[in-house]
């Protein structure tokens, strides 16, 4: 009895790498998949959204004395702040025709902020805070009132944006890793899938059948 249990040690002894293994894979996929996720909504998504709006000059047309106060959408805090919601128009030129936009500094301003037309949005702690914010980004417009835009014509209507920050190139490095890493686990985790057969798992199962069976013996022959 005593030699099938030095053949589970010895077996168990050299099934802790396998086991180490099957473990590293999983973790590997696991991470590469969620990082993978988080990068697609915070660099894939925003790119897409950025696509439609081409290259072109803006003219700065109106800015809407009126500004009403809106909230931060900021669902990670409770205690939101307030900002003062610039309203700003501008004209650019397509096939030598005059149109009118709706101007946003950066996609994030235009996916929150497109039903109430915001230009801007500053979100700090105190409404003061970004009243001064929303005051100094308008003496900037009305002191250049001519500048490269980037319109969205046939996508998004007309609507326009101050900056772009999204390449194909971020977005190709964005996901490279992730798509590498995922690749790297599955293969690691089919092969050794293949070879092993998940045995090393049911190891722990006859390792300990074949104790309670020795001890089981060992008291009989006492």
């Known amino acids: 009895m005593a030699l099938p249990i030095r053949r589970l040690i010895r077996a168990h002894g050299n099934s802790t790498f396998r086991r180490a293994a099957y473990i590293f894979c999983a973790t590997l996929l696991t991470c590469s998949l969620l990082t993978g996720i988080i990068i697609f909504y915070l660099v894939v998504v925003p790119y897409l959204h950025e696509h439609g709006f081409e290259e072109s000059t803006?003219?700065?047309?109106?800015?809407?004395?009126?500004?009403?106060?809106?909230?931060?959408?900021?669902?990670?805090?409770?205690?939101?702040?307030?900002?003062?919601?610039?309203?700003?128009?501008?004209?650019?030129?397509?096939?030598?025709?005059?149109?009118?936009?709706?101007?946003?500094?950066?996609?994030?301003?235009?996916?929150?902020?497109?039903?109430?037309?915001?230009?801007?949005?500053?979100?700090?702690k105190r409404l003061e805070e970004n009243t001064f914010a929303i005051h100094v980004f308008r003496w900037r417009l009305i002191r250049q009132p001519v500048f490269r835009c980037f319109v969205a014509f046939a996508v998004h209507g007309n609507e326009a944006l101050m900056y772009k920050y999204h390449r194909p190139s971020s977005v190709t490095y964005g996901m490279f890793l992730p798509s590498l890493c995922c690749f790297v686990a599955v293969l690691s985790l089919l092969a050794l899938w293949y070879f092993d057969r998940c045995r090393v798992w049911r190891l722990e199962e006859e390792t300990a059948f074949g104790l309670v069976e020795s001890q089981t013996f060992n008291r009989v022959s006492i």
Request: hydrophobic fraction near 25%.
């Open 58 to 124: 803006c003219h700065l047309a109106r800015i809407e004395p009126y500004t009403p106060v809106l909230k931060c959408e900021n669902r990670c805090s409770r205690e939101r702040s307030f900002f003062p919601c610039l309203q700003v128009s501008v004209i650019f030129q397509r096939n030598n025709t005059n149109f009118s936009a709706t101007l946003y500094d950066t996609i994030e301003t235009h996916e929150h902020y497109r039903t109430y037309g915001c230009v801007t949005h500053f979100c700090q």
